[in-house]
């Protein structure tokens, strides 16, 4: 039996081999996801795990008039995130965390220090975003940095279309007039 190039979303819970394809076809989309919002590599390991399993539990909520999987494994993605802040802002025993480092080799850690390296220009773009509203700023990273069409970015946030190109565009000009230096920071 083969395995399908792309297979159907609700398959993943029931198909080992569906699950196998559709997680190295996503697995960078949502490590890029996560560690441009994570610094922690072994915290990242487990998120990314979480997401996919997250995926696994929810594959029979997939809709595929709202976008392609990877806009909907990236809306999975922000709610695996989300859970995880609001429990470690209740909660600093992070147990998980504790966890998550014993299943990382020294190979598996140097990777995602490698690629947390990689993103620390991104978690300067956040700087700039802390500007926005929480849901500008989802729009913007879903759109910006997480490589979704804006119809897809607007499905992910239940917002229309429309609505999401002018926050998009008021989003873009307020970060750029952050990141742009003043002409007295120049002179400097």
Known sequence: MTTPAHPDVDSIARDPDAFEVFYREHLETVQRFVTRR???????????????????????????????????????????????????????????????RRLLDADSLARIEERIDAEREA???????????????ALMELVALDGLTVIEAAAVLGVTPGAARVRLHRSRARVQSQLTPRPQEVLS
């Open 123 to 137: 978690r300067t773009l956040y700087a700039a975003l802390a500007c926005l509203s929480p849901r500008d700023r």
């Open 38 to 100: 994570v610094a922690d590599p072994h915290l990242a390991a487990d998120l990314t795990a979480e997401v996919f399993l997250a995926a696994v539990d929810s594959a029979s909520s997939y809709r595929p008039d709202r976008g392609a999987p990877a806009a909907w494994l990236v809306g999975v993605a922000r709610h695996v995130l989300a859970t995880e802040f609001r429990r470690q802002s209740r909660d600093r025993a992070v147990v998980r965390r504790i966890s998550g």
